[in-house]
């Protein structure tokens, strides 16, 4: 089975831009998470999509939002670009939701913010 | 809330057993996993405890003990290819969530084994 894919891989954008990231979970999965990895904040959960609804949210402001399609294919989009985005946005897909269920990581995102 | 601590730095020499340890605080508990994450790689699932007691993969072994909110993992016969960082990670219950895959994960432990 393939992976899960991310793209772009690399992405730089400037103050206030908006940008869109992809990600494409391993098939058959149907969870698909999102998360911010700093070094100084560390691993943090933005959201997870489950059969295109969100379930879950994590502490960040309204500029972040995502969705699912019908494929599980996920997208997080942040608007109004600050410098403290700049990150590695990982996305993690799933079988299922609900109980313990091993995520699956792709490689990320690397998002630089000037 | 949650939150997880970790030592942030190990140092170990090649063959050599090392523990990782993590405590938690958490409003609900739902198990504990372990991930591992090469410099510029995506992090890959290790271990998962969702209750007390060892479990062991291979070289590498997790416990937890939840009267304690502790738990660690440990490494035996390292191996050069075993510098990375590793992360604890919680999630909660439905009854916190209201469902869902959601990881707080720890501040994540960086090893490094020399020769």
């Known amino acids: 089975k393939a992976g899960v894919t991310q793209t772009p891989r690399y992405l730089i954008k400037t103050r206030g831009q908006q940008v869109t990231l992809s990600c494409s979970p391993i098939?058959?999965?149907?969870?698909v998470s999102w998360y911010q990895q700093t070094p100084g904040q560390g691993l943090q959960f933005l959201f997870e999509?489950?059969?295109?609804?969100?379930?879950n949210k994590g502490n960040f402001p309204g500029r972040f939002s995502g969705r699912q399609f019908s494929n599980s294919r996920s997208e997080m989009n942040v608007s109004t670009l600050e410098l403290g985005d700049s990150a590695l946005y990982l996305c993690?897909?799933?079988?299922?939701?609900?109980?313990?269920?091993?995520?699956?990581f792709g490689p990320g995102t690397r998002l630089t913010v000037t | 809330g949650q939150s997880l601590e970790q030592p942030s730095e190990v140092t170990a020499v090649e063959g050599a057993i090392v523990q990782i340890n993590c405590t938690y605080q958490?409003?609900?508990?739902?198990?504990l996993s372990w991930y591992q994450q090469h410099d510029g790689g995506a992090p890959t699932f290790l271990s998962y405890?969702?209750?007390?007691g060892l479990e062991e993969t291979g070289r590498f072994s997790s416990f937890l003990s939840r009267s304690d909110s502790y738990g660690y993992l440990l490494l035996q016969e390292l191996q050069m290819k075993d510098s990375a960082s590793y992360f604890c990670?919680?999630?909660?219950?439905?009854?916190?969530?209201?469902?869902?895959?959601?990881?707080?994960f720890g501040t994540g432990t960086q090893l490094k084994v020399e020769l």
């Open positions: 993690a897909s799933s079988s299922t939701t609900g109980g313990f269920y091993e995520q699956y």
């Open positions: 098939s058959g999965h149907r969870s």
């Open positions: 999509y489950f059969s295109e609804t969100q379930r």
């Open positions: 958490t409003s609900g508990f739902y198990g």
């Open positions: 405890n969702g209750l007390d």
């Open positions: 990670a919680v999630r909660a219950p439905r009854r916190v969530t209201g469902g869902g895959n959601k990881l707080t």
